[in-house]
């Protein structure tokens, strides 16, 4: 008898919380699912001149793990780590080997990407709040990172937002008219250093500077039209505000169009920002000294997926693109990227994919001049100043 009440006992132990947490796990409970994958890149660039290091460097363009799932229905969350050089929030120009936690040059070595929480009660009207993208730039607020054309994103990211902490009310295909909006207002912060509303200085007084804002803000807005596959045009633009750089006055607006059908792909679009800075790009001429400017960017590309024009027995893709970055009265950036990609299996492309890009810089004005001096590394993010070769490898589940 004592042993089967000690059996007893060892069996409550073992099944009562397992009924408690299948209690508790409702099936409108559909994660979290775990998601993730990595890029590992590798870099080569050319006619760098003396002085400088020439060599192949290898390291991780991303490397994201999260979770993401619905915990009753019309309330999703979405939960993203990353450990990679597009993660880093230290605001230092880093090499790819920053990736693979190697060559350090500042104290962030991975961060939370995104956190985020959004409330669906009707599909017209969304509200999405947390740290997420601001819905600035079709191509960064729309496709994600492991779904690109191209290694990297156009230069134009440099002028946008980036990823802040705030609140937003969203929908796409508002009552199947293709229509899709957003507008948002967040800190005045960006977690993508060197974009030009980047600033640190989001806390005001009281309560240790934790409880109290500053006042300052960034406030977004997209509106977008789809036609399907074939065609998906946006405009969208930010206004902002920061302390940090002695400017009151930022904001940027962009335009843009992609689509695609039977294995073709385009997109292209137009950014543009003005404001104060004293980052390296946007005045050359007087790094320490803030200037008011006015940037721009403009992107052009085109791909074909031979497998899906069957034209091929592999699922590759050839695809080209033109970048150009401008700073008023400063000089002009471009880069003209040459890609293949292969995909390992056509169904399910961006699981195992491989890239390869050759970029062919091309500088004009003190951007030019720059490249000659002591001083290294001012490109906008995503920009290039030498030719570039780069291999990507990427998998992910």
Known sequence: ?????????????????????????????????????????????????????????????????????????????????????????????NGLNNGLGGNMMGSTTAQLMDAWINYAPVPFVQLKVGKFKTPEGLEYSSIAGNELPFIYRNMGQSLLPGRSAGAMFHAN?????????????????????????????????????????????????????????????????????????????LYSWNVGVRGGLMGIHYAAGYTNASGMSNWGYLNTNSFYNPVTYT?????????????????????????IRYDSYTVHGQGTLGNATVGLNYFVNPNNPHAAEVQLNYIMATRGGSINQIYSSSVNGQAPINGVAYNTLMLQFQAGF
């Open 295 to 319: 940037a721009y960017d403009w992107h052009a590309e085109l791909g074909a997926n031979l497998y899906e024009m069957t034209l091929s027995p592999i699922d590759i893709e050839p695809a």
């Open 1 to 93: 008898m004592k042993k089967n009440l000690i059996a007893l006992a060892v069996a409550a132990a073992v099944l009562v919380p397992g009924v408690a947490f299948a209690a508790d796990s409702s099936s409108n409970d559909t994660g979290p699912v775990v998601f993730g994958y990595a890029q590992i890149t590798g870099a080569q660039q050319f006619g760098t001149g003396p002085g400088t290091s020439n060599g192949l460097i290898f390291g991780a363009n991303r490397i994201r793990l999260g979770f993401k799932g619905e915990a009753v229905p019309g309330v999703n969350y979405f939960i993203q780590g990353a450990y990679d050089e597009a993660g880093l929030g230290n605001g230092m120009p």
């Open 173 to 249: 295909n508002v009552m199947g008219s293709g229509v899709g909006y957003a507008v948002g207002i967040f800190d005045n912060t960006s977690v993508d250093g060197y974009t030009v509303f980047s600033n640190g200085n989001t806390f005001g007084g009281g309560q240790g500077n934790m409880l109290n804002g500053n006042g300052k803000y960034i406030v977004s807005g997209m509106l977008k039209y789809s036609m399907g596959p074939l065609l998906t045009a946006e405009a969208s633009g930010s206004l902002g505000t920061e302390t940090n750089r002695g400017s009151d006055d």
